[in-house]
């Protein structure tokens, strides 16, 4: 199983204060040694957290694969078709949302959705569909010719008691069983944690997660104590060098 590691909170905490860093082109490197298999940018129209230059810097830098999560909008598929990423996955978009809260609707966009599909697997640029656990969306994806889906697992990932979360998983296996016979190719993300990945990783018909906010959430953690170490250090290394003077 691949791994995708989405890098858009390391621009919202740039962001945060308007400066270099963090820096994503240095996240995806470093993501990239330590194993990810790909490394996933969200472009929103509102340019939230990640930019259109970070899009090309990264693209330019990493070794890996890009994953470009984008909008059904022709602003988008122009960009993609100037980036160039390996991957694009076609996500819906609210203005309001804090996160991508549910799957692409195929049923009822079918026409604009296979154009889009066509012009970018012409540049050989792999498209695929981040829709719901819900047979009829895969079914909808199938009859216009994708290849490629990830299963939403937000409502799995976000389920408020043991009952629903064993309801969400048997949805997602039931639907990841459903596209793999069907010849997709499938991959799965969204709210996946050290905690929920487990179960989400044993479907063996799942190829590759995206996992962008826990990732991100969890380097605070292992790397704090080594950033506050350094910077005592750099400050106490200044007042040595006073009392020496
Ligand atoms: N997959 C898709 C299509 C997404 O839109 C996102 C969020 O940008 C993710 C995966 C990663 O979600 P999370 O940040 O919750 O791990």
Known sequence: MLLGVNIDHIAT??????????????????????GADLITMHLREDRRHIKDADVFAVRQAISTRLNLEMALT???LDNALEVKPQDVCIVPEKRQE??????????????????FIEMLEKENI???????????????????GASVIELHTGRYA??????????????????????????????????????????IARLPEIRELNIGHAIIA??????????VKQMKT?????QMLNSEQ
């Open 13 to 34: 905490v740039r962001n945060a204060r308007g400066t270099v860093y963090p820096s994503p082109v240095e996240a995806a490197l470093v993501a990239e040694t330590a």
């Open 74 to 76: 022709e602003e988008m």
């Open 98 to 115: 804090i996160t991508t809260e549910g799957g692409l609707a195929v049923l009822g966009q079918e026409k604009t959705i296979a154009t």
């Open 126 to 144: 792999r498209v695929s569909l981040f829709i719901d656990p819900d047979i009829a969306q895969i079914q909808a994806a199938k009859d216009i």
């Open 158 to 199: 976000d389920a408020a008691d043991e009952k629903t979360r064993q309801a969400e998983w048997q949805r997602i296996k039931t639907a990841a069983e459903f596209a793999d016979k069907n010849g997709f190719c499938v991959n799965a993300g969204h709210g996946l944690n050290i905690h929920n990945v487990a179960d």
């Open 218 to 227: 969890q380097a605070l953690f292992l790397g704090l104590s080594e950033s």
């Open 234 to 238: 750099a400050i106490f290394q200044a």
